[in-house]
């Protein structure tokens, strides 16, 4: 496991960042390039490992790559591959393949690494059996599945979990089947595939969050995916904790299920500024500032949990530099992502010399306004890694992240573009 030392730095830093391509888009591009029947054009795609399963996942359906165009003979030509996809740590990945593969009428399987190994596939298996597909999962519900799908019937499901790979998974079977499908869930998961279907007719909302899918082909396109809010994230968190800091991220998408951290940070005391200046397949897209003044604390519920989900470690970081107690509620899916993320935060903010306490489901962070030197151990998570990186930036000693190598699943070079970012005046 590789071992990364980030010093802290005491200089108010003034940054502007272009950040990678959004992970959650990249994935969502890639597949509804490769089910559309042509070439579509893909730039900005996100540089991270998760992004390159897919990627490789749909080479091996059929469609070709060659770093600029994709080219595909439309999902009704896909092959059945000859060996199993490897989704490495991706949940989304695997969530979504699983999805589009529910539709093909031959056998797929879906594996990943350990951590993914451990992570719950019946809840997206479940909704994919009601529209006609074959779905094993093993024992534990887990990965590897097995999918052999085909001749899916329109179906409705309503699910209780805000979660939008569950939902992207349905969509991208639903909209392969032989009738009209509908999926609710509680609000505040990020949207992507709803707009992107909806933009071909493909889908159409009804109210807040029920959406039905109308079946049929996606065309090919055009995708020029925008920065990563859940990359940009580190460097705002890293502008909020040093007062007179700044950070501005142009291009990022602003999905509503996106931005829930900057709302959290500007009930803290951070000043956040956002201009939405285009959009991407009717996702909003923008340029967001982060400054750091004086921090408090913040209470996030659980309808703000989906739109945070991915940024909760660093609600812990920031807060733990504020004053007072922050708690984060409703948050259960922390235990399901790539790491037990309200073990494995609470874990690092301890590691720090922090005031951090576990709850079923979530956790609270008592703000002191400085954090310790220490070691902090990622668990192969990548957001926990690059998080306590972004604790070292201002704690009174230096952070050795263990197993700092996590970073590369979504941002790989992060460490060096947020030691130049702080490093910058
Ligand atoms: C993602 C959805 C989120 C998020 C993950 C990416 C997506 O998961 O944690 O990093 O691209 O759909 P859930 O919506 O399943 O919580």
Redo the contacts with the bound molecule.
């Keep these: 496991m590789a071992e990364r030392v980030v010093s802290p730095s005491d200089r108010a830093f003034a940054a502007t960042v272009e950040v990678p391509g959004d992970?959650?888009l990249s994935?969502r591009s890639l597949i509804f390039a490769a089910m559309a029947n042509g070439a579509s054009e893909l730039s900005n795609l996100g540089p991270g490992e998760d992004v390159g399963a897919t990627l490789r996942a749909v080479q091996a359906f059929g469609a070709t790559w060659d770093g600029a165009t994709m080219s595909s003979p439309g999902i009704d030509s896909w092959s059945e591959p000859g060996s199993p996809i490897d989704c490495g740590n991706s949940?989304?990945a695997m969530?979504?393949l699983a999805g589009v593969t529910a539709g093909r009428p031959f056998h797929t399987e879906l594996s990943g690494d350990d951590s993914l190994s451990r992570r719950p596939m019946e809840r997206v298996a479940g909704p994919l059996r009601l529209l006609g597909a074959g779905v094993e999962t093993a024992e534990g519900g887990t990965a590897p599945m097995h999918i052999t799908g085909g001749s899916l019937e329109g179906a409705s499901v309503s699910i209780d979990v805000?979660?939008?790979?569950?939902r992207?998974a349905f969509e991208l079977a639903a909209v392969q089947a032989n009738g009209v499908s509908t999926i609710d869930s509680p609000p505040g998961?990020?949207d992507?595939t709803e707009r992107m279907l909806e933009s071909w007719g493909r889908g159409e909302r009804l109210g807040s969050t029920a959406f039905r899918i109308h079946p049929g082909p996606v065309p090919p396109g055009s995708y020029d995916i925008p920065g990563d809010p859940?990359s940009a994230a580190f460097l705002w968190a890293s502008a909020a904790i040093r007062e007179g800091a700044a950070v501005t991220t142009p291009g990022v998408s602003l999905n509503p299920g996106r931005i829930g951290f900057l709302q959290v940070l500007g009930e803290m005391g951070a000043q956040v500024d956002g201009v939405v200046s285009g959009e991407f397949h009717g996702d909003p897209v923008g340029t967001v500032t982060v400054r750091g003044s004086g921090l408090g604390a913040a209470f996030v519920p659980a309808e703000l949990v989906?739109a945070t989900?991915?940024e909760l470690p660093l609600v812990a970081v920031v807060a733990a530099y504020g004053e007072g107690i922050t708690k984060v509620t409703g948050a259960s899916?922390l235990r399901t992502?790539e790491s037990d993320r309200i073990t494995s935060t609470v874990a690092m903010i301890r590691a720090l010399g922090g005031g951090a306490d576990e709850e079923s489901d979530g956790f609270t962070v008592l703000g002191t306004g400085f954090l310790e030197g220490g070691v902090v151990e990622a668990r192969r998570d990548h957001r926990i890694a690059m998080a306590a990186a972004v604790a070292a930036t201002a704690a009174n000693g230096s952070v050795t992240v263990s197993g700092a190598e996590a970073a590369a699943v979504s941002w790989p070079g992060f460490y060096e573009i947020l030691e130049s970012t702080w490093s910058s005046r």
Excluded at 162 to 166: D, I, N, R, S
């Design positions: 992970k959650s994935h949940g989304t969530r979504l805000a979660t939008a790979q569950v992207s998961y990020r992507h859940s989906a989900v991915d899916e992502k």
